[in-house]
């Protein structure tokens, strides 16, 4: 079975610009939260949607946006770039949003803002 | 506040030595545990988990973790490291099911 992708791998972005970076969860998971990972720090936890609703929201600004399709597959939008949005943002899946679950990470994109 | 902590920002051991991986955590109550590794420029795999139950806990590649509940810690353990162990190592915990808080990270160098 596949694991969680992301796409694109890489990309290259101006200050200013806007960033759309897409994640497809594991099939029969319903849940996809998003996390930032700055250079030499542990994940910062962005998004959680669950049944394409937003179900938890971390302590980042609002150029942050996010969304779920019908087929459980997410963006996350960052508008305006800033020189420290420059990271790396993983994806998450899970079957279910809350309770014990194990959430399995996608490779991440890897965001640089010049 | 919920945080997690990971007191060593980087430990060096040899190979085919023990490893113990310091984990606290702060929380009103007992969230739910994990650990995680990551290698350089990639995404986080699970190593091992504790929701509840036994405290001890047994994961993948060796690695085991001791939930003691009076010291609010979740330390990893591996009796003999192997160079491949070299990684980035990452304690986290979740209440409520839906935001998971990492620490720091501890870095792992294996020295031959």
């Known amino acids: 079975d596949a694991g969680v992708t992301q796409s694109p791998t890489h990309l290259i972005k101006t200050r200013g610009q806007q960033v759309t970076l897409r994640c497809s969860p594991i099939?029969?998971?319903?849940?996809v939260s998003w996390y930032q990972q700055v250079l030499g720090q542990g994940p910062q936890f962005i998004f959680q949607?669950?049944?394409?609703?937003?179900?938890g929201r971390g302590n980042f600004p609002d150029r942050f946006s996010a969304r779920q399709f019908p087929n459980y597959s997410s963006e996350l939008n960052v508008n305006a770039l800033l020189l420290g949005d420059s990271a790396l943002y993983l994806c998450?899946?899970?079957?279910?949003?809350?309770?014990?679950?194990?959430?399995?990470f996608g490779p991440g994109t890897r965001l640089t803002v010049t | 506040a919920q945080s997690v902590t990971q007191p060593d920002i980087h430990i060096t051991v040899s190979e085919g030595a023990s490893l113990e991986l310091r984990c606290n955590y702060s929380?009103?109550?007992?969230?739910?545990l994990f650990w995680y590794v990551q290698s350089p420029g990639q995404g986080l795999q699970l190593l091992l988990k504790?929701?509840?139950?036994?405290?001890l806990v047994q994961g993948i590649k060796g690695f085991e973790a001791e939930f003691k509940r009076s010291q609010s810690s979740f330390n990893l353990r591996k009796p003999s490291v192997h160079w491949s162990d070299a990684a980035e190592y990452f304690c986290?915990?979740?209440?409520?099911?839906?935001?998971?808080?990492f620490g720091a990270g501890t870095r792992l160098f294996v020295k031959a």
């Open positions: 998450a899946s899970s079957i279910l949003a809350g309770g014990p679950v194990e959430q399995y």
């Open positions: 099939s029969g998971h319903k849940s």
């Open positions: 949607y669950y049944e394409k609703e937003e179900r």
């Open positions: 929380y009103g109550a007992t969230p739910y």
């Open positions: 504790y929701f509840s139950g036994d405290t």
């Open positions: 986290a915990a979740m209440e409520g099911g839906f935001k998971t808080i």
